[in-house]
């Protein structure tokens, strides 16, 4: 976990709203990790996970007072807020998708929805260069022996989430 008071905001106060990039709350609960970031510039800023399991309920609020008391207090306006949208957690994602619409309606933000499965691609795709014809399948745990998977294609998406 990295600590607010260690992090060093990246933002500089003489650009103009035009030269400056978003700055974006991100919010994940669509597993048992609830995790709450501030990205500025596409760095990251200010960042709290909780891998404690499922309660999400008791922290989220918590991590999400403190990013924005830490934006705040280093005058940096937010644009848009990112939450996942799923699949995942039913709970989980209510808890954070209800939290991040109170946001966006409270400081009249725009609200970004991730699909989960989608986003785990991402690290993949950073890494390497699939070939051409290579299908990726990201998958989540939806118990009960089953899980939530999605074939991915390096041009397009081959198929929508399903609970397999």
């Known amino acids: 976990m990295i600590l607010a008071e260690k992090l060093v905001p990246l933002h500089i106060n003489n650009r103009s709203k035009r030269d400056r990039m978003s700055t974006i709350l991100h919010i994940e609960t669509s ?3 609830c ?3 501030v990205s ?3 760095q990251v800023i200010f960042q709290q996970d909780d891998h404690s ?3 999400h309920a008791e922290r989220l609020g918590t991590m999400v007072d403190e990013a924005l008391s830490f934006t705040d207090n280093h005058a940096i306006p937010f644009d848009a807020v990112a939450v996942s949208c799923g699949p995942g957690s039913y709970t989980g994602l ?3 998708v209800s939290m991040a619409k109170g946001i ?3 400081r009249d933000l725009k609200l970004i929805a ?3 499965l989608e986003l785990l691609c991402v690290p993949v795709l950073l890494r390497e260069i699939p070939e051409d014809d290579a299908l ?3 998958m989540l745990d939806a118990r009960r022996m089953e899980v939530y998977a999605k074939l991915r294609s390096e041009e397009r998406r081959v198929g929508n989430a399903s609970r397999s």
Do not use: H, M, Q
């Open 136 to 138: 990726l399948c990201p």
């Open 35 to 37: 995790s709450v970031a």
């Open 94 to 96: 209510r808890i954070g």
């Open 53 to 55: 399991g499922p309660n």
């Open 114 to 116: 991730v699909p989960t």
């Open 40 to 42: 500025e510039d596409s």
């Open 104 to 106: 966006c309606y409270g």
């Open 31 to 33: 597993t048992d990790v």
